[in-house]
């Protein structure tokens, strides 16, 4: 039934409805499961799959298309909490939660729970520092708080930047995302995957905006925890006979180190990472003389297809050698970069556990009873992991298009409730990250690790063909053995293959590819809208044209949307780096931009104009500033290379927030109490933003 005052769904209906959606989605998988049995090939398992998620999200989102001024910028402020929770959760788990977590798990071990750690702890302190107070604002987005809270246009111009700035490097992760898992479930490309992704993105949020998109997102997050939740319960079943996969985590974790101690002492292993050694000591002689080594490399490499030739090798090794001579370096520039590529991958490969962290060694090895350089490594370890804790718990909580999410509940209590279900929905798959990081790590060392190269799977050889940066394997010895020095999975493919990595059909292979694909969707709708909408709402309204009619806004709005999407998809296409490391960056800026802001503008009644324009500018500029100066390749992009770079106590430039966040709070502190004390409607306005927690605005 329908409330009678406004013809909107109740609750009781949504419930029905998307508890249909979910039996629907369960009978789905359960369909194509029996298919695949009876002979579907894997093409069409994806492809239904893929196209269903898509024609039900694409069809929510037109169903819910709106010019409304309210309905589209915060979903006409009557999303239940229990479905806004869900909705953030979705808008929350991005493509560098669903498939980077367990992958940073993977690779990192203990260091990767920092990630856990930082974005569960951010969600509290939205709870309790900030969300119950911005909906008791009733604004639109995190700007028009600045702007009413500050005055002046300086707050919402510098707001209004940040939150492009800081969201389009957070989408352009999310369109990468979107390629990947696309290209995977179809077999496109990875720039058709891309297009055919951000169709799916426009369809959610063009036609309705906060509206569609709150919607969507509630599809969404079912789907992706779904997709999340089957495979690792079946590993956990298959693995230790029981579907609890946080009970199986300790003793998988048990097996997997001493899995780890056995190839420590493989003289296997020691070999290859000696041949590694070598070869990394070869590739900087040629380094060295590249016009020489070019020439040697053209002899040897003719002289190998001769030989083939005349020992009358299978046709497929000759025309094999043949596209290796044909792809060599025709210039010295490309030679060199070659060289160092391959320098580069040896080192980084010649390494105990392949360059695996320790799964449960705690920061570096040696501890503070170590050596002088084992202490060192120890305090630099732990300190970095303190600061992005504490980067990405401020910078969660200084997010925009998660701030922007309290805006859309009917009342302050269920701004703050649904916050709190927003930390369980998403709790549910970050206790299950390590588990599934340790499982998959189990299958790799225990049935992987040993295997005759001829005999490798078959998902591992299309991986390694479709995406070389993700997986490679070489016979680096020559043993016919596969080792785990000659294997590289990447982080981003932990996730996506952990199904085939434990033997489970293809369905459910496709599952997590679609739940990928919806956890990149739904942050994805969320960022281009912030982005869009502080635009026209923040900039082009509330600067540039304060007169502008609602409707027009709101087209502005779907215009920026789609414009602000293509160039997205432009700069993902260009392959960027690492999700999780590109995503991280995000944090920090936002962290420095809006947190000291934010916090004084409700908690400090003397916080000035000139004190928070300030801050947030100073806040930027320090985080922006270390991250530019002490990441080599983006400091050689803006020509900063002579100015070199220096870490203030070790701290990596993914955490520069943490110098960003009390210089911003230590230049607004001092420029408030410089200047003249706020007046009238401004005086009054922090107190009544933390007026009673059950005020309904």
Not at 192 to 206: D, E, T
Request: proline share 4%; glycine share 10%; net charge positive.
């Amino acid at each position: 039934m329908r409330d009678a005052s406004t013809g909107r769904l109740t609750s009781r209906q949504l419930h029905r409805r998307y508890a249909l959606y979910t039996l629907g989605l369960v009978l789905l998988v359960l369909a194509l499961g029996l298919a695949e049995r009876a002979g579907l090939s894997r093409g069409w398992i994806g492809g239904i799959l893929l196209a269903a998620v898509v024609l039900v999200f694409a069809s929510i989102g037109f169903a819910s298309r709106t010019v409304d001024e309210v309905e589209y910028y915060v979903a006409g402020r009557r999303v239940p909490a229990f479905y806004n929770g869900m909705a953030t959760a979705a808008d929350w788990m991005s493509a560098a939660s669903f498939i980077g977590t367990a992958g940073i798990l993977y690779l990192k071990g203990f260091a990767g729970l920092a990630f856990i750690l930082g974005w569960t702890g951010g969600f509290c302190l939205v709870a309790m520092l900030l969300a119950p107070h911005l909906r008791r604002l009733g604004a639109y987005t995190i700007p028009d708080f600045l702007a009413a809270r500050y005055g002046g246009v300086m707050p919402r111009l510098i707001g209004a930047l940040a939150a492009i700035g800081v969201s389009f490097v957070y989408v352009v992760a999310q369109i990468y995302g979107v390629g990947l898992v696309t290209s995977h479930l179809t077999g496109f490309t990875f720039e058709l995957g891309i297009l055919v992704g951000l169709g799916g993105v426009l369809m959610c949020s063009f036609l309705g905006g906060m509206r569609a998109v709150t919607w969507t997102q509630v599809a969404q997050y079912i789907l992706l925890i779904l997709a999340y939740l089957v495979p690792v319960v079946w590993l956990s079943v298959k693995q230790v006979g029981h579907p609890v996969p946080m009970l199986a985590y300790g003793q998988q974790l048990a097996q997997v180190e001493q899995r780890e101690r056995e190839l420590l002492a493989d003289a296997r292993e020691r070999e290859v990472i000696e041949q590694l050694h070598e070869r990394a000591r070869d590739a900087q002689r040629k380094l060295d003389d590249v016009p020489v080594a070019m020439a040697l490399d053209a002899r040897r490499m003719a002289a190998r297809i001769d030989a083939l030739r005349e020992t009358e090798a299978p046709l497929a090794r000759i025309q094999e050698a043949e596209r290796q001579f044909a792809r060599r370096p025709k210039d010295e520039a490309q030679a060199r970069a070659s060289y160092q590529r391959e320098r580069d991958l040896a080192r980084a490969h010649a390494v105990p556990l392949a360059g695996l962290a320790p799964q449960s060694l705690p920061f570096a090895a040696g501890g503070p009873q170590g050596s002088g350089a084992e202490r060192a490594a120890f305090e630099r370890s732990r300190r970095n992991f303190l600061a992005l804790v504490f980067c990405l718990m401020v910078g969660t909580a200084a997010m925009p298009h998660v701030l922007t999410r309290c805006y859309t509940t009917p009342t302050v209590a269920e701004a703050r409730s649904s916050v709190g279900w927003a930390l369980l929905f998403i709790g549910l798959l970050y206790v299950c990250a390590p588990a599934l990081a340790v499982m998959v790590k189990w299958e790799v060392f225990s049935q992987l690790v040993g295997m005759p190269i001829d005999q490798l799977p078959t998902w591992l050889r299309a991986w390694a063909k479709a995406d070389p940066s993700l997986v490679r394997v070489e016979d680096v010895n020559g043993d016919g053995l596969l080792q785990l020095a000659e294997l590289w999975l990447g982080g981003d493919v932990i996730v996506l293959a952990a199904p085939e990595i434990g033997g489970l059909p293809h369905v459910i292979t496709a599952l997590v590819a679609a739940g990928g694909l919806a956890a990149a969707l739904s942050t994805a709708d969320g960022l281009l809208l912030t982005i869009s909408n502080a635009m026209s709402h923040d900039l082009y309204h509330g600067i540039v044209n304060p007169q502008a009619a609602p409707v027009r806004r709101v087209m502005m709005s779907k215009m920026l949307l789609l414009v602000v999407a293509l160039a997205a998809a432009a700069v993902a296409a260009l392959r960027v780096a690492d999700i999780l490391q590109f995503v991280a960056a995000a944090f920090s800026l936002a962290a420095s931009a809006f947190f000291p802001a934010l916090v004084a503008g409700i908690y400090w009644r003397r916080a000035t104009r000139a004190g928070a324009t300030c801050g947030m500018l100073a806040g930027l500029a320090a985080t922006a500033g270390y991250m530019a100066l002490n990441t080599p390749a983006l400091r050689e992009r803006l020509g900063l290379t002579p100015f070199g770079g220096s870490l203030w106590w070790d701290i990596d430039p993914i955490a520069a927030g943490v110098f960003g966040v009390p210089v911003g709070f230590a230049v607004l502190v001092a420029v408030s109490l410089v200047g003249r004390a706020p007046q009238g409607e401004e005086a009054g306005l922090a107190e009544r933003l933390r007026g009673l927690p059950g005020a309904a605005h």
